[in-house]
DNA sequence: CTTTAAAAATGAACCCGTTCAAGTTTTTTG
DNA sequence: CAAAAAACTTGAACGGGTTCATTTTTAAAG
């Protein structure tokens, strides 16, 4: 009998995982006590400890599903982009934004991002921060594919607009899991005007891009 | 003797404050527990409840007080902003940056972000939002400036480029708060390379604006 | 198959933010 | 000024995440 123990931990584990995804999704991750989700998984409060760092590290294992079913989906889009720079852009972010709420509710979003800025020098945050670091670098490596085809003007450093490309649809999408009344149809609407803008400005001189539209009165 | 009850209260106010600003920039947020601020300001902890309405809501107050000074002192760079593009964005970004450790450690910030984001619906991060909301307006009323001046192509929307340039500021200041050992030094380099590829993109057809620099390749 | 050692499970105890019933101080009323 | 009401203070008690000494289970050694 190879590894009763092993068969064991990877039982309680999954026991675990499964206890807390349900638990977070139905209860939300504040209301859903350690207490619970061990009794559930059929293991003691102190197992639990054994399993998992802590409550937010419990937390990360359910994200970091997501996002990398996420990457892995991004990047079958990066080697055959649509020609038209605003559609690339919204196709590809879309793949991000479409999948996000999938597993997680948007208080798992809030909880997993505020726990990965609150400590970064925690494993679960810089795994979070290297998924995104992987993430910016999916929408520059579009933009150099664009560039290269000529569809994007050549003394552009794609690699740094990518980064503020990213900047951009990450804080969108901040806004996004803040507010619970707000769409995914509702974000994708909000990120395509922003990237109409972008499209605009990046076009290559020969595209036929649409260039953007006039400006609007300004605030403060 | 009009208002002892009043003054008592002011007075109280002031040390609960004063203690939690000392306390949080000496042991940091976490380790700052509310028995010592409490204690530091001579009151008991039920009366602290009765000030503040949990350990976040008094940073609130701290954090606030920084960002309305920022604000300020934004304001007062929309007027007359730099006619170069890259120069004017980076002179007002550096205002946010410049001031941001003044008052606030850096896990003070996170720890405001990270509330701010997990409980969206609390008065805290609703204050939290507005001021962001603030900052990225002054950011669009500068590019509209200098869009009627002419130093920005007419056919851009400022409204939404702002936006665009604060989520990016905004992000990269996250990054900077999430790494103890990057400098504002540092913070202000990234800053000034995001917005040069910008000034670049966005300068008005007859501006003798800095053409940006050569891409880079391109990863993932 | 016993014995010994290592690994893992357990739940009571601890810590700290928060709440609340009871007590105290200030203000208002007559 | 006394009595009643209102406003405020207080610390003990509660709840939930986390820790740790102890016990139990599995693996290894003889």
Redesign the interface.
């Known amino acids: 009998m190879a590894g009763l123990r092993a068969r064991q931990k990877a039982d309680r584990n999954r026991r675990i995982l499964e206890a807390a995804g349900d638990l977070f999704r139905q209860s939300g991750y504040d209301a859903a006590r350690i207490e619970d989700i061990a009794d559930r998984a059929q293991v003691s409060v102190g197992t639990f400890y054994n399993y998992y760092k802590n409550k937010g590290d419990l937390l990360l294992a359910t994200v970091a599903m997501e996002v990398e079913e996420v990457l892995e989906t991004g990047?079958s889009r990066?080697a055959n982009p649509p020609g038209d720079v605003a559609a690339a852009l919204t196709g590809l972010i879309r793949v991000y934004y479409d999948h996000s709420l999938n597993y997680l509710t948007k208080e798992m979003w809030?909880?997993a991002?505020?726990?990965s800025?609150?400590h970064?020098e925690t494993p679960f945050?810089r795994h979070y921060?290297e998924l995104d670091a992987?993430l910016s670098?999916?929408v520059?490596?579009m933009?150099?594919?664009l560039?290269l085809r000529g569809a994007v003007?050549?003394?552009?450093?794609?690699?740094?607009?990518?980064?503020?490309v990213f900047?951009?649809l990450?804080?969108?999408f901040?806004h996004f899991?803040?507010?619970?009344e707000m769409t995914l149809a509702d974000l994708n609407i909000l990120i395509a005007?922003?990237n109409a803008?972008?499209a605009?400005?990046?076009a290559g001189e020969r595209s036929a891009e649409s260039?953007?539209?006039?400006?609007?009165?300004?605030?403060?």
């Open positions: 990047r990066l809030r909880t991002m505020s726990i800025i609150q970064p945050s921060t992987r670098a999916q520059s490596a933009l150099r594919t560039q003007r050549a003394d552009m450093d794609a690699a740094g607009m990518g980064e503020i900047n951009n990450n804080q969108l901040i899991v803040m507010d619970e005007r922003q803008i972008v605009g400005l990046i260039r953007p539209q006039g400006a609007e009165g300004a605030a403060e």
